[in-house]
């Protein structure tokens, strides 16, 4: 009964054989081996479009990498006041981005609203050299609330950033999660979106460790490579992360992972319901944030029940909120399991 993150599952089953599989021989370093090469024109197949593709080890690089490409020192990165950049990175993205401010909005269940985005590039344009103005904003998908932004959304927002002169940036730490209950083509929930750079995430989703930077218009990803290496993200044994990269989106491996992930928090929604539990915003992804109260909180964790309590405002006193993550590796069991304990209460 581990719901704590997806994050704390294993490797899934086809990417830990992709690895073994490359563990054999010699190869380049650094990026410059066949499996690296294919892995990025895969991507660009992918998209359906060129694209740019920088690997790294972790979300964290990938985010604060692609911010700082595109982001000055001196500029402003207008994003969700809970999202991971702002609250779970440790100040990384303003570290590589030598001073640029991180600039948190309101939005209900983690997602950022349009009116909200067009008042705060008003508030943060114009006023150089005396205030750090907004140069790119930054859409989780899915959001850390475990909703998602629909494709008109995305569009509408972008349209917003790119008039105003912004970059548009995803982090995608969840993104198959997003894609699989969009039910939507890659290329549609991205670039043609108006996204400029994604975080593409695989390592919640399964592997080891995997993250891809990748840059719909390869222009802008200019430098990047001495960005990555300077940073200390730039792998040795480069051939490790192209070929969980690979396995995962092999015919579309990460997607039906993501799709059981889905399946499993929905499943999670629904026992919590029958058993009284307030399931507090839209299940989406493979996120649930539920109302528990204290005592049963008690009885759970006794039991094995591993989740996350997270700070919230507007439950009563005896209540917590409480986030639960699903993961490929989530069986029925484990839920049912978990739903008669509560049931038993």
Known sequence: MNFASDNTAAIAPGILKAIAAVNEGFVLGYGNDPITRDIEKRLSAY??????????PTGTAANSLALAHVTPPWGGVLCHANSHIMTDECGAPEFFGHGMKLIG??????????????????????????QVNAASISLTQATEAGTIYRLEEIESIAGAA?????????????????????????????????VDILSFGATKGGALAAE????????????????RKRSGHLFSKHRFLAAQFEAYINDDYGLTLARHANAMADL???????AGIRVLWPVEANLVFAAMPKALDAKLRAAGAAYYVRRSEGLAEDEMLVRMVTSFATREEEIENFASLIQKR
């Open 212 to 227: 891809a930077v990748v840059f719909f218009d390869p222009k802008l990803a200019a430098m990047m490579p001495e960005r």
């Open 105 to 130: 909005l309101p939005g209900d269940h983690g997602k950022l609203q349009l009116d909200t985005i067009k008042a705060a590039i008003e508030r943060y344009s114009g006023r150089s050299p005396h």
């Open 268 to 274: 999670l929604a629904a026992r919590l319901g029958e």
């Open 162 to 194: 790119h008039a105003a002169g912004l970059k548009v940036h995803m982090d995608g730490a969840r993104f198959l999660n997003a894609l699989a209950r969009l039910n939507a083509d890659p290329a549609d929930a991205t670039w043609k979106a108006g």
């Open 47 to 56: 998209f359906k479009r060129e694209v740019a593709v920088f690997l790294v």
